[in-house]
């Protein structure tokens, strides 16, 4: 089946580094979407890529869609505390039937931000 | 505009008893979805609705779960009898004619 990982699982920071966390599929994701979720919240919705590298930005927040369509990330540039959270890809498959609508869940990767 | 309902908040039941969730989506969303979230994990798809229809339930233990949408507005999930491995987060989100889910708080549900 297809296999998506979401790396890394935690991530310590120091207030004012950056943070990346990356989603690697081994099959072509039709798209991609982004979710942050605090600790005790749900899952909100930060953004969805569609094109071949496509890149978007949101303030201090970069998302990255690979070329082949198998990779995303996201970049937060100089963190700060409010950005504590997990942070979720969310992918859907690519040309199945049935199946091709539902949304899946990467693992998620959780961020703490020392002050 | 008033975001996806969900009661009751926090549940605790003993195993083998019965249990049921209610959700209220964003008024015009025809899409609903309920989720279980285990401490540490992503949500996990339990079933899609479209309208009052199911989309996609293979991934409801329908063994135990059940969930209906009769009038395409609120719905409800059950679970009859409830397991230990059951003890997670609920969650409904609920879509409209673009693809953003939008989530409700959830139900937190320990079984003991």
């Known amino acids: 089946g297809q296999q998506v990982m979401q790396i890394p699982q935690y991530q310590h920071v120091q207030e004012g580094e950056d943070f990346t966390t990356y989603c690697n599929s081994s099959?072509?994701?039709?798209?991609i979407q982004w979710y942050k979720q605090r600790p005790g919240g749900h899952p909100v919705f930060l953004i969805q890529l569609v094109k071949s590298g496509e890149v978007k930005k949101q303030k201090r927040l970069t998302f990255q869609f690979g070329e082949a369509k198998k990779n995303s990330s996201l970049h937060i540039t100089a963190t700060q505390t409010t950005d504590v959270g997990t942070y979720f890809c969310a992918f859907r498959r690519m040309g199945l039937r049935g199946s091709a609508r539902q949304l899946t869940f990467g693992s998620g990767t959780q961020l703490t931000v020392l002050p | 505009e008033a975001g996806v309902a969900q009661s009751p908040r926090y549940k605790i039941i003993e195993k083998r008893q019965s249990v049921a969730f209610w959700c209220n989506p964003i008024?015009?969303?025809?899409?609903l979805y309920w989720y279980q979230q285990i401490l540490g994990q992503g949500p996990k798809l339990l079933i899609q609705?479209?309208?009052?229809?199911?989309?996609?339930d293979s991934q409801l233990p329908k063994d135990r779960f059940s969930a209906e949408r009769l009038k395409g507005v609120d719905s409800t999930l059950k679970i009859q009898p409830a397991k230990l491995e059951d003890s997670a987060v609920y969650l409904c989100a609920s879509s409209g004619k673009r693809d953003t889910q939008y989530f409700g708080p959830g139900t937190r549900l320990t079984v003991l």
């Open positions: 609705f479209q309208n009052n229809g199911v989309v996609d």
């Open positions: 099959t072509t994701l039709s798209n």
């Open positions: 008024s015009g969303h025809a899409t």
